[in-house]
């Protein structure tokens, strides 16, 4: 059973930073799988942040290019996102998500990500 445990979130001020954690089981991250983060602000639809497709390639959303990283630790299984210069534009809920193996999958669509977690909270002040 595939599970995404998300923590990391906060309260910082702008130009601040976080790293987000993703904590996977059920299957291992280095697998060819579709990952991403994806995250949600009140009143808005969810959009991609970054996701990475299972042979490597990441995109990224032009508003978080240069500030944003994502990373894997496949000793521990887990998906980080590195947020750095944050705005208060990135406040939000932010979720981790994983597609079925060999799923191709896009940065602007959530079709392909059959898991999600239970998101962890950004809130940025200016």
């Known amino acids: 059973q595939v599970q995404l445990v998300e923590s990391g979130g906060g309260s910082v001020q702008a130009g601040g930073s976080l790293r987000l954690s993703c904590v996977v089981s059920?299957?291992?991250?280095?697998?060819?799988?579709?990952m991403g983060w994806f995250r949600q602000a009140p009143g808005n639809e969810r959009e991609g942040v970054v996701v990475?497709?299972?042979?490597?390639?990441?995109s990224y959303a032009d508003s978080v290019k240069g500030r944003f990283t994502i990373s894997k630790d496949n000793a521990k299984n887990v998906l980080y996102l590195e947020m750095n210069s944050l705005k208060s534009e990135d406040t939000g809920m932010y979720y981790c998500?994983?597609?079925?193996?060999?799923?191709?999958?896009?940065?602007?669509?959530?079709?392909?990500?059959?898991?999600w977690g239970q998101g962890t909270q950004v809130t940025v002040s200016s």
């Open positions: 059920g299957y291992t991250i280095s697998s060819p799988r579709c």
């Open positions: 990475v497709d299972g042979g490597g390639s990441e």
């Open positions: 998500a994983a597609s079925n193996p060999y799923w191709t999958c896009r940065l602007g669509s959530s079709a392909a990500f059959s898991y």
